[in-house]
């Protein structure tokens, strides 16, 4: 069957895709009754030829009632259509959640640079996962560093106080790779804080009553 439509796809720009289309839905319907699981070719087919014959709702239909069931490579098509149709990118988020595809998930997170969304989405589960079943810590500090300081500030933040949680210091590991991201750290917060706080002392000796401090200057001879 597979062969089959395949070789009309190759003809769809001389083709009319609408009874294609239909044989193609109702295939993959039969198939889903039968509890078995369709080629990924196959819907992504389907999703082309509905796209190329502008029925979005349609599209619609078949991911909301689950025609087309749930898979990463489903989601990763829906992923590559987000220009021709707008809900695909949500549809996809929504689907990976279903599945679980936390790993997944996050990496299409951070290529988006949401990256906050994906540290919510990290923070469910307890600091030992994060080691294992996720992305390596400098994915988050690298996408958060080059979206604004504050995003990184919280990430860093967040890192440090697992790794606390789990050794008991705030150290990364060698195997995570974050020393430039330590060293941004200090650059970026605490050599800040210490001349903010150096300055402050320094503002603190300086006498407020600068009204006696000028009576106290002597007086210029050419003022006379």
């Not at 198939?31 to 369709?38: L, Y």
């Not at 829906?78 to 996050?106: C, G, V």
Request: hydrophobic residues 40%; glycine residues 2%.
């Amino acid at each position: 069957a597979r062969v089959v439509f395949v070789h009309f796809s190759q003809d769809l720009e001389t083709k009319p895709p609408a009874r294609l289309i239909g044989v193609l839905t109702e295939y993959i319907r039969s198939i889903g009754r039968m509890m078995m699981v369709p080629v990924p070719k196959l819907p992504n087919l389907l999703i082309d030829l509905l796209l190329k014959d502008d029925r979005h709702y349609q599209l619609h239909q078949l991911l909301q009632y689950h025609i087309l069931q749930d898979s990463e490579a489903l989601a990763e098509k829906l992923l590559t259509i987000e220009k021709q149709y707008k809900p695909a990118y949500q549809l996809a988020i929504d689907m990976l959640t279903r599945l679980k595809s936390f790993k997944k998930l996050t990496n299409v997170l951070l290529a988006r640079e949401k990256v906050l969304v994906a540290l919510r989405l990290i923070s469910q589960f307890d600091p030992q996962t994060t080691l294992t079943d996720f992305p390596r810590a400098d994915m988050y500090l690298r996408c958060a560093m080059e979206t604004d300081p504050t995003a990184f500030f919280i990430v860093y933040n967040w890192f440090t106080q697992r790794n606390l949680d789990l050794n008991g210091t705030t150290a990364f590991d060698p195997s995570e790779e974050c020393d430039v991201f330590e060293e941004a750290y200090k650059d970026m917060f605490e050599k800040k804080q210490l001349i903010e706080d150096q300055f402050q002392c320094k503002k603190e000796k300086v006498p407020t009553d600068v009204g006696r401090l000028v009576l106290r200057l002597p007086r210029h001879t050419g003022d006379r």
